[in-house]
């Protein structure tokens, strides 16, 4: 009777621990999606562009350095849907949650083993809980909790592309995972395949992310802590496996990728700390500090992430900072030394208080491990990205909580006091994160964050102009397009200064502004007169002026480089090479390029645009307005498509209640171009509203649109009004000017031939 009801006394108390489980993952799942929910229709942004183009097999396995798994997801999402980042995002949150979760049980894993009155043998595998683990299930979940929700973590999931190093983390907690079923196995081959395991998910890692080989490293320190219990000689054993399977794991990976070259060139830029790097692929965008600056400024960047983890506030979180201030020396700045003490004194601390606080010399060992890879030892790396903290927070969680809760273990009696705390703190962390993510919801907000927080960074400030151009706010574009271009001059940054006259140039060039772009290519040909950039200038320069030819030669010149074209410049080119096709009456040729162009990316609107010309000047009216509208579903500010648009469904005969809201909204940003005024009066003087419309007509002229233009828009207008006096009135007038193209003016006799007949 007795054993009866001890049996039933455990199977009551394993159901009521389930339950308790399931409902704290619950709540952990919701919190996250609940914290990131705003983020979910967020913008592309910055790198992002790496990974909503096209790959396809070839391509993925072009892809840079050795992140194929992570680009294989990648791959996923694009067949789901490549132009939107839903589908993209919504995969990162789900390799977020999985991350908590992994989290949640190394928690109870390293808990239950170093808890039970048995350590040699396992608790799950024993199907027993001890009495001791009813206090494992709260440190689990806040640990989990802590690290799901912070705002630090947020670059790592809402930023689309650092699903690298979410992927990374992942595949190292699956990697210890398995290590500690290793050691816990009885039987020699569970462990021999679990080692074996455990080698994959580091490949796996490795291959989305290359500080994932830190696995090795945060293995050995868990080891030690938590399974060889500072016995030294039990650990020294495992250190053989453990340095085994780091061994394996950089063979194959030297395998398949020459990771060592990598290895040798951090190496050589060791033997000289003070000399300024000398830029390989896997560096930064225009290095220019040397070594010994690298570190010592890391001191400081670690310092401020510290900071950050302490006190999450928005305000403080800064996506990138491009031009993080260069510590000179151990002085210079003043902050450099005050953080290479807290670093140092952190460090001894937990070397020191081991035995004493293991879980908080672990979480913090663990975190300068983590982060020490791309922080300190990468030294040709950027200098400041957040998202680096990643995989650092899943140890530092886990050992700052596991301590607090041991210290407060005897203080704290209340039943329902771990459920007040988990609500509190998530509540602040997952409202902290959900305030951080309205950033996402436009480039001008998303960047003018950045801006705001780290004003002389020229990356920033170039992204916040291409967002105000996108948006058809030209004068703030230029505006910050002047200011990268001031900061690189002042700062000797010769990539930037190329990038920021080049985007310069190239948006007047847009707007037809022919003498503010003369002036541009002038100091984009003294700063760099060897410049793809420069020739990619010239060519559309060429082709403003009606220099068909030039233009073409430009272009393909370009085309040919030897050093080699970027894809997304590479995209440009073939649509303006396209669109000088279709400018000299070859639409076949126009086509093709065009092609080539959505073929490197499927959602560049320029090319749609120039698709629906060709299809325009074809008289497929039906096909054309299809690009246009994928012109808009990509890039709705687009004031040349919304004009387009209009006059499409003027020509189409959908009517003027139709033509009108794009006409509207072309207007509305007050382009500094002719198109939306000229088509926004051309709707009004059919509407009979003739004092308005001569007021855009009037603005079209002012933006330098041409004579004979505004004449044939009037005629139009006049013809689908049905009033055909007027229409032959102004057709006349045209006929009589001397400078009319020869297609406007063919067109013109025609109709005036047969209103006149």
């Known amino acids: 009777m007795r054993k009866g009801l001890k049996e039933k006394e455990r199977n009551d108390f394993q159901k009521h621990h389930t339950l308790k489980h399931l409902l704290g993952i619950a709540l952990l799942i919701f919190g996250v999606l609940l914290a990131y929910s705003n983020s979910l229709n967020g913008i592309w942004a910055f790198d992002d562009v790496l990974i909503n183009q096209p790959l396809g097999t070839e391509g993925l396995i072009e892809k840079i350095g050795a992140r194929k798994i992570a680009y294989l997801t990648f791959l996923i999402n694009q067949k789901i849907n490549p132009v939107d980042p839903f589908n993209f995002r919504l995969f990162n949150i789900f390799i977020h949650i999985l991350n908590a979760l992994l989290v949640y049980i190394i928690a109870l894993l390293t808990l239950s083993y170093n808890c039970s009155e048995r350590p040699d043998k396992s608790v799950i595998a024993r199907h027993e809980v001890p009495k001791q683990s009813q206090d494992f299930f709260p440190i689990a979940l806040f640990s989990a909790a802590l690290f799901a929700l912070h705002p630090l973590n947020i670059n790592a999931v809402a930023y689309i592309i650092q699903r690298m190093a979410s992927l990374a983390t992942f595949f190292v907690l699956l ?84 990771i060592h070259k990598t290895a040798l060139d951090v190496v050589k830029a060791f033997t000289d700390i003070n000399k300024p790097l000398i830029y390989k692929s896997w560096m930064a965008t225009d290095v220019y500090w040397s070594p010994i600056e690298h570190i010592l400024t890391g001191f400081r960047v670690i310092s401020r992430y510290l900071f950050l983890f302490l006190l999450p506030l928005p305000n403080f979180l800064v996506f990138d900072w491009w031009g993080y201030p260069l510590s000179k020396g151990i002085f210079e700045p003043i902050t450099t030394i005050f953080s290479i003490a807290l670093i140092f004194a952190l460090i001894v601390f937990s070397v020191l208080k081991l035995k004493k606080y293991p879980f908080l010399s672990f979480g913090i060992l663990w975190y300068f491990i983590a982060i020490s890879l791309e922080s300190l030892i990468a030294v040709g790396s950027d200098l400041y990205f957040e998202h680096r903290n990643y995989l650092p927070l899943t140890g530092l ?32 962390l997952g409202f902290m994160t959900f305030q951080r993510n309205f950033i996402w919801k436009d480039p001008v907000t998303f ?19 291409h967002s105000y151009r996108a948006a058809s706010d030209f004068q703030n574009a230029q505006n910050y397009y002047l200011t990268s271009v001031r900061i690189a001059v002042e700062e000797k940054r010769p990539f930037f200064t190329v990038e920021s006259l080049y985007h310069l140039g190239f948006m007047h060039l847009l707007l037809e502004q022919r003498t503010e772009a003369g002036k541009v290519i002038d100091m984009l040909e003294k700063a760099t007169p060897d410049s793809y950039k420069l020739r990619i ?56 390029s065009y092609e080539k162009a959505l073929n490197l990316n499927h959602s560049f609107p320029a090319a749609y645009h120039g698709m629906a010309k060709v299809h325009l000047m074809k008289g497929d009216l039906k096909t054309a307005s299809e690009y246009l509208r994928k012109v808009l579903l990509v890039d709705p500010y687009n004031i040349v498509a919304l004009s387009d648009m ?7 005969g959908g009517g003027v209640d139709k033509a009108l809201p794009f006409a509207k909204k072309a207007v509305s940003f007050n382009p500094p171009v002719y198109k939306p005024y000229l088509i926004m009066g051309t709707i009004l003087t059919i509407q009979g509203e003739d004092a308005d419309a001569e007021e855009f007509y009037t603005t079209a002229k002012d933006f330098h649109a041409p004579e004979y233009l505004v004449l044939f828009n009037r005629a139009w207008a006049y013809s689908l009004k049905g009033e055909r006096e007027k229409q032959k009135y102004y057709l006349s007038k045209l006929l009589n000017m001397k400078r009319v193209p020869n297609n406007i003016r063919n067109t013109a006799k025609k109709i005036l031939s047969k209103l006149t007949d």
């Open 537 to 592: 200038l010239m060519g559309y320069y060429s082709y403003l002026n009606k220099d068909f030819n030039a233009a073409v030669e430009t272009y393909l010149d370009v085309l040919k480089d030897t050093r080699g074209t970027p894809r997304w410049d590479k995209v440009t080119v073939y649509t303006l090479l396209g669109d000088a096709y279709r400018d000299m009456g070859l639409a076949d040729k126009a086509m093709g």
């Open 397 to 428: 969680s886990f050992g700052l909580v596991a301590q607090v809760a041991n210290f407060l273990k005897e203080k704290v009696s209340a039943k329902y006091a771990p459920w007040v705390v988990f609500f509190v703190l998530s509540t602040f």
């Open 175 to 258: 990697s210890l995972v398995s290590y500690i079923f290793a050691n816990m196995a009885k039987n020699i081959f569970n462990k021999v395949i679990l080692y074996l395991v455990t080698i994959v998910f580091i490949v796996l890692g490795v291959l989305s992310k290359e500080n994932a080989i830190m696995a090795v490293p945060l293995i050995l320190l868990y080891d030690y802590i938590f399974l060889s219990r500072y016995d030294k000689k039990t650990f020294l054993k495992k250190a053989l496996v453990i340095l085994s399977i780091g061994f394996c794991t950089l063979l194959a990976f030297t395998f398949y990728l020459p």
């Open 447 to 465: 960047w003018g964050d950045t801006v705001k927080k780290a004003p002389y960074n020229i990356r920033a400030n170039l992204a916040l102009a």
């Open 646 to 652: 209009a006059h499409l469904v003027l020509l189409g």
